[in-house]
């Protein structure tokens, strides 16, 4: 990337409002074995958006989460083809670094998945292994940050050595996404992180889902309308490993264009 | 011989007693037409273990004590008059006249056992039949006693049901019995020991040389410090050295990168290392691993002390020996550790390696370690290895190319050869085995209750 | 709530950033490379000590074999053939000095020391041709005998070792050469390995008493371990109410399983030999001591293997009104006998390898005879491996090695059939 790029990539993040694509998809399949569960689905990821991919369970819609970062590579059996591209560099390229790209499009769990380790290292993992800091001032910094833009801080500062397991399933989730912001990441795919919570640990994650947009790419995947609704500019609905519709959220929610989504989102099924 | 033709006598007539049994409940239920309570077949199982069970006690319990009332008998014979009054002469007369009665010798070495043996024939006979009698009297009076019972409204399934609870009950006994006798044995034998040596001496004494004593001499000295030293050294430094980093990266190796065709192979493989009998790696450590090592510390290090029987000849086969247990608990515990864990390890960014020695293993740290506790306590259990590899010489050193001996090869060696059993000698033996039986247990415990509280951490 | 500085992104290309993204892939490779390396290194000590035993044991199954010409009709050996038929026959043959004639014969054919080249024992093969065939004495036959130790040994060729540089040695390697050359020698497979039992002569001895033994000390382990086993494990699974009693049982069980296997000797030695008094060396003894350390491995596993049947099976059992003992033996039972058996077998190989217990109750006892019964004198076949080790004739090597090759193959098809068992017949529920 030239220097123009990365002021290009500074210039972005303040300018609000404005609709550039930061990831686009063209085409994806994704097969596991011989069965396809994402049959040709493009779409693009806006920057000051968040995006909210909804569908039945079983639907493919975390599949294709998973092949924004690449971490359907884990599973040996997984194939994609089609093209994703990130700032236009295509992510399934042999130049495009995997450690890298996963850097720079952080993921936030369904289940809450702190490591066995003291809140401050949870938070510093990431820095840690990208060589992200150089001084421990600089990492106490990285972790404060993090920390407080997932507003766990108060929370949690009187206790920083304490063990990430430790804390409430909320605090956790929390602190997967304060560990997910440290690397300082520039698209933060969610896969349902609510669904293991309670309604007012869900209320705080939404919450903070308000104060991260624009600053990051949020894509989340939920099943629960209503947080779509709540929560995001733009949704996707997948049906069958098809991508249905794809537009504003109000239009999509008051206005569907297919019959499909109309069923789905009046509870016909789901 | 005849115990086993009237055990085989007893099992038929309870499968005869079981069929008729069956038979007569098939009839009556036909006769009353109404569904009896029990099934036939439990009629039968009831007759059978009514027939059997008496019978096949009384007879175990005659076995044992019938030999004692042929004794007996014998000696109350006119002919046992001319017996020596007491001593090991009279004994020995009497086993032999014993075994020529039975034909298991065909002539005797002390003249007076040929006057004995019909006597021994004839109480012989005469205590076979009462037990022969007896035996089939309780047979038929409990198989008749049960038959009579069949009717449609016995409840035959539920006493059989509680013979089978009692016998499931009995045979779990077996484990705590085992349990007991095992230190009761050795505490027993131990406490006499102390009573002769000083336990204060045994624990904390440097000195190990034991010599038989006769007549009450000099028995010598049994400083214990020597052995364990040695055994730590073998079983808890070198193996550990050699068994823990190949077995934790083996396991890393094949479930994380291998693929999957590979790891097939390869497990089974490893686990063929935990099969292989001790005393073959303790030979292959004497024959090729020894004179190797020996070999190699005098040519190449300039260690001339090098002994052929070295710790580390033996230290490293128990190592390769141990590989697969420490792989096996480690394989287990890192396949425990939630794969969630992985997942948000890699979508950070880190590499494999990365995720591997910063996430799984720590996570996975406790089962790992309570693995490793298990592998030194077969370590230091170990005894064929070290019995042919290391030494018998109680040597205080820290120089691997040294001869060293451990607490397994003591016990063997005090115990191997024709020696009174209660010499200090032989109850040395059984000190150190009750050591060796609490350091291991204490081992295995801690280590359990780790796995197990590591395990419930990610349940 | 929002933080005070806004940092820079971070510049992925940067030439440091660049650097450090190599060198974690390097340090990833390098940490592969060290399990693979493990992996290897592990597979191939397995190889390097089955090629050890393979190389040293295979001649333990061969025997050299040296030409003898034996001229009966020549010799001074007072028997004629017609004495050995009817009756009279044994008595004549055991008069006879087979011996001398071969030591003669060996001398005829080879000079002076030609007694040293042929085995102490081969006469006895003589001795049994003719016994076979009475004609033989009527004329003259080679026999193909079994050779020395000294010349069996010659026939390994180079070794290292302080008694192959010895001159005598040197010698008979020259002249085992030389009959090489002459057609005098060959190997052959010998039949005296299976069919003999221990010796002092390496050439004479064979495994068949240890393997009697071990086969004795066998059927006792499995008649005890294994209905205790399973039927402890059923009650610990099935019936067993949660209370101090059984946690003592379970403890005990789990703890008995990881005991040292020598404490079972000591536990032998006390209990069986010293307090019930039955007869020491015994196959009775030794494997009623194995069978008290094989029957935690049958319990666990046979509890694991219960576990595994899953309870909806046990509840629609019960749900037709099925007695406890019912639905165990209909139903539990039957599921988990794959399970139990493939840990039986599990635990009857490490019985059948095990050493040291057996040590402790006298087992290490030389047995010539194999043994009849199970209170006879016995050893097992890892006690002979044993044994056999510590004898310092080199002859000894190569029959060690053999007998373990022989227990090895035993314990492989042992394991094999525990694995083909687990694959067959183990349902995934």
Known sequence: MTQTALTQIAEKRNAVEVDTPKMTARNVDVFYGAAQAIDDVSIDIGMENVTAFIG????????????????????????????????????????????????RVGMVFQKP????????????????????????????????????????????????????TALSGGQQQRLCIARAIAVDPEVILMDEPCSALDPIATAKIEELIHELRGRYAIVIVTHNMQQAARVSQRTAFFHLGTLVEYGDTSELFTNPHEERTKDYITGRYG | MPFFILFLLIAGLAVIGWVAARGRALQLSRVHDRRPHSLPGHHGSYVALWLALPALMFLTVWSAVSPGLVEQSVLASP???????????RTAILSEAGALADGTMAAAFNEEAEALVPAFREANAFYRTIGIAATLVLAFAGGAFAFLRVRPDFRARNRVERVVMWALLIASLIAILTTVGIVASLLFETIRFFERVSIVEFLFGTDWSPKSATFGGDEGSFGAIPLFWGTVLIG?????????????????????????????VMKPVLEILAGVPTVVYGYFAALTVAPAIRDFAVNYLGVTSASSESALAAGVVMGVMIIPFVSSMADDSLAAVPGAMRDGSLAMGATHSETIKRVLVPAALPGIVGGVLLAVSRAIGETMIVVMAAGLAANMTANPFESVTTVTVQIVQLLT????????????AFALGLVLFIVTLLLNVVALSVVKRFREAYE | ??????????????????????????????????????????????????????????????QTQIAVPVNFAASDLFLESSSLEGDGAAQALAGADFEGLVEEAAREAYGADGEDLVSPAAWLKVREAVSDDPELLNGEQTFWLQASTALDFASRGEV???????????????????????DRVRRSLSQNFLVNSDSSDPTQIGIWGALKGSLLTMIVTLAIAFPIGVLSAVYLEEYAPRNRWTDMIEVSINNLAAVPSIIFGLLGLAVFLNTFHLPRSAPIVGGLTLALMTMPVIVIAGRNAIKSVPPSIRDAAYGVGASPVQVLSHHVLPLSLPGILTGTIIGMSRALGETAPLLLIGMRAFVVEPPDGFTDPATVLPVQIFLWSDELDPGFVEKTSAAIITLLAFLLAMNAIAIWLRNRYEQRW
């Open chain 1, 113 to 164: 998945n702190p490591f066995p380790k003291s809140i401050f290292e949870n938070v510093a993992y990431g820095a840690r292994i990208h060589g992200l800091a150089s001084s421990k001032a600089e990492m106490d910094e990285i972790v404060e940050r993090s920390l407080k833009r997932a507003g766990l801080w108060d929370e949690v500062k009187d206790r920083l050595p304490d063990s990430g």
């Open chain 2, 236 to 264: 808890a430094i070198i193996a550990m050295i050699v068994a823990i980093p190949l077995g934790l990266l083996s396991a890393i190796y094949l479930t994380q990168y291998a693929h999957p065709k590979v790891r097939t």
């Open chain 3, 160 to 182: 290292k070792g302080r008694q192959a540089q010895r001159p005598e040695r040197q010698a008979m390697m020259a002249r085992y050469e030389r009959l090489e050359d002459a």
């Open chain 2, 417 to 428: 050869g024709d020696q009174e059993f209660n010499s200090s000698k032989t109850l040395a």
């Open chain 3, 1 to 62: 709530m929002r933080d005070t500085v806004d940092p820079t992104p971070t510049d992925w290309n940067s030439r440091a950033m660049q650097k450090r993204i190599r060198a974690r892939y390097r340090a990833e490779k390098r940490f592969k490379f060290y399990g693979l390396f493990a992996v290897l290194l592990s597979a191939g000590f397995l190889a390097f000590l089955l090629v050890t035993m393979i190389s040293n044991g295979a001649r333990g199954f061969t």
């Open chain 1, 56 to 103: 039945p369970s079983g639907c493919g819609k975390s599949t294709f989460l998973r092949c924004l970062n690449r971490m359907n590579d884990t599973i040996p059996i997984a194939r994609v083809t089609g093209d994703i591209r990130l700032d236009g560099k295509d992510v399934y390229d042999s130049s495009m670094d995997v450690v890298q790209l996963r850097a």
């Open chain 2, 79 to 89: 002919a046992a008059e001319m017996l020596p009054e007491a001593g090991i002469q």
